[in-house]
């Protein structure tokens, strides 16, 4: 198993490349059962979770194979329907297999998902729904067993909370079924609006992206589209937060600044310089003043609100800050195991249920340390704490940043980082 080195206390200054979004790859490759044929890729990332899910829908039957920058699958000779254990437990993303693989064949046995251990994500509003749509749901023995009496038929269906990887697989259930299909307050992602452009690429009829109710005219068949997939949001801040953490100043570019409005407003706030072109977002310290953070609160919400997946890296460079910050996490209970890591990094933050109050301690407040990272979010903000502390970190159980975050090292070496992989 390897670790990552990090010698702290050099600014990152450069331009660094965006790769596609993991998030959005993954339900676009799910999109593929949908119909027999060819269907072709671009921009989709190479990651731990990327090759884990081309490998389910192998064990399906879909052949893949990469020509440069295009992924090409062919999902004409499916095998079977089932998504076990083996290649679900290790990604949450799985379970959208669920959805398209009914629209398909219709039925599908699906292991209960795994991922990063950052809250309970139970799958019944996915169940919830599919039932709306005319299918019977059991789960027995880790698996969820999920058959069509008949056609999949049309339903309005609402959940009670939006979330992303339900309203994906609702989608995809519901493009082939027969009549009318609406998706109220469902979720607003711009991930989501990927998945759309390639349904209704493929021939699906759906109305609404972008807001929170969709509206699905169900069809009677789809054909092999091409798609090319978003770049990663997630990806951006990070790098935009590691620059600033680093006190360097930088670009990143082939990116869409659309998607990450309210991390730009909240860089602002610090006291930062943001600057943004069509495809590109520049982060840097006025000219002439001291390097000084002023203290910023965020509260995790939904898109297009403040987003969970940059909570953590925020709180890392909340850490060097100058007066404290409250950060408020709102949709997972369980996502602020890397406090613990940052503690022994030398920062003060305090925890009060789903509230954490982060005391900085200026710029100079952080200092090298062993750590370990205990999901993939989490790993990116000790990454950005190590790139701000004097001396040495080390990140064990890095495979959690290889999940989300491609070609990471080469990256922030680019960038004037001091950071290797090293044996364990």
Not at 35 to 47: A, E, F, I, S
Not at 72 to 90: F, G, M, N, Q
Not at 332 to 343: D, G, P, S
Request: net charge neutral; proline share 4%.
């Amino acid at each position: 198993m390897e670790k990552l080195v990090i010698e702290g206390g050099r600014p990152l200054v450069g331009e660094v490349p965006i790769s596609g979004a993991k998030n959005a790859a993954l339900p676009l490759l799910a999109a593929t059962l949908l119909t027999p044929g060819r269907h072709r890729l671009y921009n989709v990332p190479d990651l731990r979770d990327t090759r884990t899910f081309i490998r389910l829908l192998a064990d399906l039957g879909v052949e893949s194979q990469r020509e440069k920058e295009c992924l090409i699958l062919d999902s004409s000779r499916l095998r079977h329907a089932e998504a076990s254990y083996r290649l679900v437990k290790t990604m949450r993303a799985s379970v959208l297999v669920l959805g398209p693989l009914l629209a398909r064949l219709g039925r599908a046995r699906v292991s209960l998902p795994g991922g990063c251990a950052i809250g309970a994500r139970p799958i019944n509003f996915h169940l919830m729904g599919l039932e709306q749509l005319g299918v019977r749901c059991r789960l027995e023995g880790g698996y969820v067993d999920a058959r069509a009496e008949g056609p999949l038929h049309g339903a309005v269906i609402y959940f009670d909370i939006p979330t992303v990887t339900g309203t994906e697989n609702l989608l995809m259930a519901s493009v082939l079924a027969e009549g009318t299909t609406v998706l109220k307050n469902a979720a607003r992602e711009p991930e989501i609006g990927n998945l759309i452009d390639m349904l209704n690429g493929m021939g699906a009829r759906i109305e609404g992206k972008e807001s929170d109710c969709l509206t699905i005219h169900g069809v009677s068949r789809l054909t092999p589209a091409d798609c090319t997939i978003i770049p990663d949001r997630i990806e951006a801040g990070t790098y935009l937060l590691a620059i600033a953490a680093s006190g360097g100043s930088g670009r990143v570019t082939r990116c869409n600044p659309a998607h990450l409005l309210s991390l730009l407003e909240k860089l602002r706030q610090t006291g930062l310089q943001i600057h943004e072109g069509s495809d590109w977002v520049e982060v840097d310290w006025p000219a002439g003043q001291a390097r000084q953070l002023r203290s910023v609160d965020i509260k995790t919400m939904p898109f297009p609100g403040y987003p969970t997946d940059l909570q953590a890296q925020f709180m890392a460079l909340m850490t060097l800050a100058s007066e404290s910050s409250v950060i408020h996490e709102t949709i997972f209970e369980n996502r602020f195991m890397h406090i613990a890591e940052l503690h022994r990094m030398g920062a003060r933050i305090r925890v009060d249920g789903r509230l954490a109050v982060v005391s900085g301690s200026g710029m100079a407040g952080l200092s090298g340390a062993p750590v370990m990272a205990t999901d993939l979010r989490a790993s990116s903000s000790l990454v950005i704490a190590g790139l701000a502390a004097s001396g040495r970190t080390e990140i064990s159980r890095i495979y959690h940043l290889e999940r989300g975050y491609e070609r990471l090292v080469e990256k922030l070496s680019a960038l004037g980082a001091r950071v290797w992989k090293e044996e364990e």
